[in-house]
C-alpha cells in the first residue's frame, strides 16, 4: 500500500499507567489493521522514560516516525472536571500540545509525558480505522487526527490535527 | 472501700481515721489514706471492642460472606444481638458510645474534623457530660483505650494542645493509635498519650514491617501484663477500637488471597447469599425481605468484563482485611484467657461504628482521598492509577491508600437500604453486637432482640459495675444518661426493652423510631456526591426538610425495612415528624446541616495568615494542621547549614506520594516535588547545587488564581536568586492526606517522591535551622474571603468522608 493513496489517520491516546498503555499498544499490534507505525512511551514515577515502537514508514523508505516529532506534544493526562467544591481543575493539557520539531523519540516524549503517565499514538492508512480504532480500549483520552497529502505530510498534517483536538479535550 | 460516695468524682479524700500524735509514740496510721478508690466487690473487667466501618452483613458471624472466627466463639459462648444501633457516622456513635449521651447533645453532630459554632457540633464535648470511661478510672479501673480515637478536634493534636479532649482527658490512663478518623495500618502516623509519636520505625523494616492491627493487639497485649504484674486484683477496662476496616483497607497480600475468586459473583449476587445465611442462622427473622438494589448503586451485570476483575479484588482486600482484625481481637481475647480472667470479663463487641461505607463512590479508589477532594475519575482510570502503584495484587499494600466501591458496602450491609452516612434507614444505623460474659450469661448462643443504641451501652456497663452515674464530676452537675442499661436483657430473654424511642440524624439524614414504627427521611442527595449541583438544594432559603420524601416502617413486621407504609398511615408519618423536631431540638441536632454549614457561606472569622515558623526538626504535625495552603499563592523557604562536602535530604515534607509535597536536596540540587493525589506528580529542579556555609532556600508557588484547586508557577530560589522553575496545572483543593504528617528535615512514614524511597525518611544531612511557610494573602478582601471558604469547604468535605 502506498502512503499517499489515501487519508492518514493518526490515533493519540493518553494514559495513567504504562500497563494499560502497552495493553493498547500491543491490542493494536494484533489488530491487523495496516500500521504506518506506533510509539508507546511512558514515564515511571522515579521519571524514567521508556519508549518502544514499530516504525513501518522506515521500511517504506519514509523518514523515521522520529524525524518528524512524532512523540512531540503528547498530552497531559486529562479528566478532573471539577472538585466538591465547584471549581474547574484548571486546563493546560493544551499548552504541552504545541507541535515542534525534534530528533530523537527520547527527548520529544521526555518533554511531554508527566510522571507516571503514558501515551500511544498510531498511525494508519484511514482504510485500517475499522480494525485499529477499536483495538484502543483502555485510553482515558482518544483522538484521531486526520489528513490527506503526500506521506510525511499527510502523517504531519494528521498528527497536528490529532494535537489540536487532544489539546480541545483537555480539561 | 463500700461506703465510698460515688457520685461525686473524682472520689472525695476520706478522713483520718487514725491518730497522729506528736511523736510515734501511741500514733496509729490508717493505711485506707494511701489506698486508691476500689470498685465495687465483683465488678468485672471490660472488653470493649469496635469495628470501624462495617456492616451488618460483613461477619460470618452474622451470615456474611468474612471469616469471624472469633467473633462466632464469642457469640457461641454469649449473645448476639441483631437490633443494636449506632449512629451512622464515626465521631457522632464513639462520642455516643463513650458518653452514654446522644451525639449531637455533647458536640458531636460531625466528625471531630469539623467543629463548628452549633452546640451540636462543637465536636468538644462539654464537662456536664463526663464520659464514662472516666466513671470508671475515678472509681478504681485500670483503663486503656487502642487504634482508632477520633475524638479530639483537628486544631488541638499538637503539643499544645489542650489535652482535655485527648483519650487521656477522657478518662484513659493510657492510649496507644491513632487521633484522626482513619490511618494508614502499615505507616500511621500514631500517638501514645498526650504525645505525638509518628510512625513506628518498623515500617522501615522491609522483611517484618510494622502492621497496627498486629501493634494494636501486642500493646494491649503488654498494657495487661503490665497491669497485672503490679496489681493482681485491680480490674481493667479496654476500649479497642480498630482502625480496620475504615480505609485505607491495608493487609497483607496473604490475608486478601484467602479470599480470591469468592467475590467474582458480584454485589448483587452476593446480598442473595449473604441474606440466604442470615435466614439459616436466624439473625434476622425467617419472613424478613431483602431490601432491593437502589439506582444509585449499578447492577454488577452491567460493570464491563475487563473491570470485574479490578472491583472484586477491593472487595477480596476488604473482607481480608477484616479477617485480620477479627483475628488480632482474638489475641486480646486469649491474653486475658491466659490470665485466667476470660470468664470474669465483660465482652462486648460491636461490628462496625457505622454501616460499611460508601465513601470509596462507585468506582472504589486506589486513594480513599480522591474522593475527598473531589476528583472525579472513573473506574478505568482509578484502575489505571492502581496499576501505577504496582497493580490491582498490590492493592491493600504500602503503595495505596485504597477503599472499595459503594456497592460492596451495600452489600456488606444487607439486609438493609444504604450505608455510611444515611442516619435514616438501617444500612447507616444497625450493625451487629456480641456479648459475653460467662459470669453472667448462661445462654451461650442466644439471640436478643431488644431494641438498643450506642448510648446504652455505657449505662449496662456500671449497671454490672455497680457503679453509679455521679451527680458531679470536678463540681460540675452532669447531665443525666440518655441511654438506659439492658443489662437485664444478659441474663433474660424475655426482659423488657428500655429503648422505645430514638432519633437518629446524620448529614440531614434522619429518622425517628418509637415503639416498633420508623420515620425515615432521606435527603435525595447520593451520600458519596458533593458536587455544587448535588449541595445547591439545600442551601439556606431553599432546602424545605418537611419536603424530603417520607417512608415509614413498621419494625415488628418488617426487620429489613422493605415494605414502605407511609401511603397508609400518614398520620403516623406526622407524629413521628414532630417528635422528630422535639428530640432534634433537645438534643441540640438543630440546625440540621451544620455539617455543611461552610458551604454555604457560613464560617467562623478568618484567622490569622501570619507566617507559620518551625524551628528545629520539628516532626509528625498532624496533617489537619499544617499551614493553610491550599487554593492560592504561598512560599516555604528554610534557612539551612550547608558543610562544606555538600548536602542532601528533605527539608520539609507533607505526607507521602498520594498526597503532599518535599522540598528536598537531591545530588545538591535544591528540588520540589509536589503530589496531586498521586494523580499528577510535579517535580521541579534547580539549576545548580547549592552553595555550602549559610543558605536560604525558597519555594514560591504563584497561584493562576485564588481558586481550588488552582494552578500556578513555581519558582526556586537560593539566597533569593531564581534558579529553577516548573508549572503545576493542577493543586490539591482540599487535603493532602487523612493521616500522613509533615516533618521538617526528614521524610517519615511514606515519602513524597519515591526517588528517595530507598532511603527514608532521607533526613537532612545539613542542618535546617528553621522553615517558614507564608501563605500569601490576596490583597482583595473578596478574594479573602473566596479562599477562607474554599478552606472550610475542605474542611467540611474531609468531614463528610470519616
Redesign the interface.
Known sequence: MKFDDETTDVLIGG??????ARDDYEAVLASGGYLHGAVVVSKD???NLSVEQTDHMVREGAAGLGAIGFAVGLF??P?????????V?????GKLLHHRTASKLEEQAGATI???GAGLIVAYPHSAAAKVEPAV??A?QKVVGEAEGHHVQALKGALADAQRKMSETGT | MSDLDRTELPIRRRPFRGVANRTLAGSEPDWDLIGHPEPPEGAPNVLLVLIDDAGFGNPSTFGGPINTPNYTRMAEAGLRYNRFHVTALCSPTRAALLTGRNNHAVGFGSVGEFSSGFPGYTATVPRDCTPWPRILAENGYSTAAFGKWHLTPDGQQGPAGPFGRWPNGWGFDYFYGFLGGDAGQWDPCLAENQKIIGTPAGFYDKDNPYYLPDAMADKTIEWLHGVRGQDARKPFFVYFSTGCSHAPHHVAPEWAEKYRGQFDQGWDRLREEIFARQKELGVIPADAGLTPRDAAFPAWDSVPDKLKAYYARQMEVYAGYSDNADYNVGRVIDAIDELGELDNTLIIWIWGDNGASMEGTITGSFNEMTMQNGIPLTDEMQLQLAERYGGIGAWGGQMMDPHYSAAWAWAGNTPFQWGKQVGSHLGGTRNPMVVRWPARVTEGGALRSHFSHAIDVGPTILDVTGIPAPSHVDGIEQEPFHGVSFADSLTDAAAPEHRTQQYFETMGNRAMYKDGWWLAVKTPRIPWVITPDALRPYAPGVWDPDADPAELYYLPDDFTQAHDLAADHPKKVQELKELFWAEAEKYKALPLLATLSAFFGILPPIPDAAPVEYRGDVQNVMSGMIPRMYNHSYSISADLLVPAVGAEGVIVAEADHLGGFSLWVQDGKLTHTYSMMGVFIYRQQADEPLPSGEVTVRMEFAADAPKPATGGEVTLYINDRPVGKGRMDHTVPIRFSAYAGMDIGRDNGGVVDLSYADRKPFAFTGTVKKVVFDVKPHPAAQDEEALHAAAHHGHAAHGLSQ
Open positions: 494514559y495513567l499507567s504504562a500497563d494499560a514515577l522515579k521519571g497531559a493526562p479528566l478532573l472536571a471539577a472538585t466538591a467544591v465547584g471549581a481543575i484548571g486546563a493546560g493539557a508527566p510522571l507516571g480500549t483502555r482515558v
